[in-house]
């Protein structure tokens, strides 16, 4: 069931492999992990190129969830006692400002099949030198690859299964290198939403808190069971999310966070050194003090 579900996407990501390879082969040695790490980067690009529009969708999703925040606390109130009727009028509510609590999930899940489908040309494909998709058009390929090392680890190569490639030890720092790099961007990734991106008295901030935790934990003990393709493909994923997210953040930021404040700052600067370039350069008048008009003393004051 699976092989069936997986086949189209093994299928296409071993095509987009052999393309980016081949490309990659004009100025480097085919042979070399470098060239097969690179067409995995190259992968990674092309996928997210794809879910742009899911992932402004995530943006908008988010951004909406937070600012409706207060009317969703409203009706929690207000239906404490009656779940049904709560669900209802959250539905309409979600309807009524076009949010889509799931579409935050989109780019994660449109990623999985992806992934798992790279974990099995990695892991039980040129590992095992058995052809998969594309590359059954290429078996010679399929054991280039399985020979291929980056910095003495085959890109099939795995922290559990050490043993089994020729340099352990170099396998497992390697995975090691790589599993904390991906940690690390999904941490700091979630962070950078956190401090920046969201109103400090946002209810959804505990949340967001226990997956600041929780999410680096959960790649941080999956990550000992996957190749070094895989771990290649992630990191450079997480790198690719925490550059977009910055660019967004920037650039879009959602109204009363730190993030907002610094953008409204930048445009204020931005506009004042606009309008000092643009502007008429002749110094501005000076406007005289206005003359004190002498007091007027009676003649008895005079006298005094």
């Not at 969830?65 to 409203?74: A, F, N």
Request: aromatic fraction near 12%; charge should be positive; proline fraction near 8%.
């Amino acid at each position: 069931m699976i092989d069936t579900l997986l086949a189209p996407l093994e299928w296409v990501i071993s095509a987009l492999l052999y393309f980016f390879h081949r490309g990659f082969s004009t100025f480097l040695d085919p042979k070399a992990g470098i060239t097969w790490a690179l067409s995995i980067v190259g992968l990674v690009i092309v996928v997210r190129i794809l879910i742009i529009p899911l992932f402004v969708r995530q943006v908008k999703s988010q951004r909406n969830l937070q600012l409706i925040q207060p009317q969703m606390k409203e009706l929690q109130k207000k239906y404490a006692g009656d779940r049904e009727k709560l669900g209802q009028e959250m539905m309409k509510l979600y309807k009524d400002t076009g949010t889509n609590p799931l579409a935050s999930c989109f780019p994660i899940l449109l990623q999985a099949p992806i992934f798992f489908a790279l974990f099995r040309v990695l892991q039980y494909g040129i590992s095992q030198e058995k052809a998969i998709g594309y590359f059954l058009n290429f078996p010679g390929l399929v054991n280039m690859a399985h020979n291929a090392e980056l910095l003495g680890v085959p890109l099939w190569g795995y922290f559990l299964g050490a043993a089994q490639t020729p340099h352990p030890t170099a396998t497992k720092v390697l995975t090691t290198c790589l599993v904390i790099l991906m940690t690390a961007t999904t941490f700091l990734t979630q962070r950078q939403l956190m401090v920046k991106n969201m109103p400090a008295d946002n209810p959804m901030a505990q949340q967001q808190k226990i997956l600041l935790y929780v999410f680096p934990v959960i790649f941080a003990v999956g990550g000992v069971g996957f190749p070094i393709g895989v771990l290649i493909y992630w990191s450079t994923t997480n790198l690719w999310s925490m550059g977009q997210q910055f660019y967004i953040i920037r650039n879009n930021p959602t109204p009363g966070t730190p993030a907002y404040e610094a953008w409204e700052k930048r445009k204020r600067a931005k506009n004042h050194q606009k309008n000092v370039l643009e502007g008429d350069q002749t110094p501005p008048e000076v406007v005289p003090p206005k003359r004190q008009q002498p007091k007027r003393f009676s003649r008895k004051d005079r006298k005094k």
